[in-house]
């Protein structure tokens, strides 16, 4: 059978970005912290993701205008829905992608679309097709580079035509959780992916070639790596009362 995560997972400075992240996350798990507040640093996580995951869409808001509940942007709402949404969808990711991405979005792009498109996959039948035979198949590829081919596939194709990105963020951080990477939703991606040059890595996914692929999950690895540091910084912060 073929594995073309696998063939992904080949490519030339793939493997020691994907072991580097690795390594920092298994890092990031040895904090004492962890012990007794683990729950309390994936809050924190989930909310600085979902401030990222806004500012990359334009909506740059401050992190304690968020913590006093004062922003009414309709991006940054939807970064923040689908951010807490994503604690009761993991059981589901494998087993029905579809029903998944659908909600993220309906979560994601309420109050940007009318109530009849939330949901509601508008254009590459096709190719999301082939996405979800890729989250349904066996591979012997780290999650890692399952999650950075989700996340681009969505951002790229547009499946939705509103509030892509946001979801295709939210499903990155879903996979590395689902599929082991990161079980419990501590490192901060989206702040990684805010720090590096987004839309650069994209463009270099969109030509398919070896080279540009590589260079996506490659910044999505070091994207797991920044995230790891912003979680430990949420640990030390918790440990300093």
């Known amino acids: 059978m073929s594995d073309p995560l696998a063939v992904i997972a080949r490519l030339p400075g793939v493997e ?3 072991d580097e992240a690795r390594q920092a996350v298994d890092r ?8 007794r507040a683990s729950p309390a640093v994936s809050a924190e996580s989930s909310l600085r993701g979902a401030r990222a995951s806004a500012a990359i869409e334009g909506a740059d808001v401050a992190l304690d205008a968020l913590r006093r509940d004062e922003v009414r942007d309709p991006v940054v709402q939807g970064a923040l829905r689908a951010s807490a949404e994503l604690g009761r969808l993991g059981s589901t990711w494998r087993r029905a992608p579809r029903q998944v991405l659908a909600r993220l979005h309906s979560v994601a792009a309420a109050g940007l679309v009318d109530e009849s498109e939330l949901g509601r996959p508008t254009s ?21 580079v399952l999650a950075a081919i989700v996340h681009a596939e969505l951002a790229v194709v547009r499946p939705f035509g509103s509030a892509d990105g946001v979801v295709a963020r939210a499903a990155e951080r879903l996979t590395l959780v689902e599929y082991g990477l990161d079980p419990k939703s501590l490192a901060v991606v989206e702040v990684g992916h805010l720090e590096l040059p987004y839309e650069e890595g994209l463009e270099a996914y969109r030509t398919g070639t070896r080279e540009g692929v590589a260079r996506w999950v ?7 790596t920044l995230g790891v540091r912003e979680a430990t910084a949420i640990c030390e912060a918790l440990q300093r009362g």
């Open 16 to 18: 020691d970005a994907v």
């Open 28 to 35: 990031l798990y040895r904090h004492r912290v962890l012990r």
């Open 124 to 144: 590459s039948p096709e190719r999301m097709n082939g996405l979800f035979e890729l989250l349904e198949a066996p591979t012997k590829a780290p999650a890692l």
């Open 218 to 224: 490659q910044q999505c690895a070091s994207a797991v």
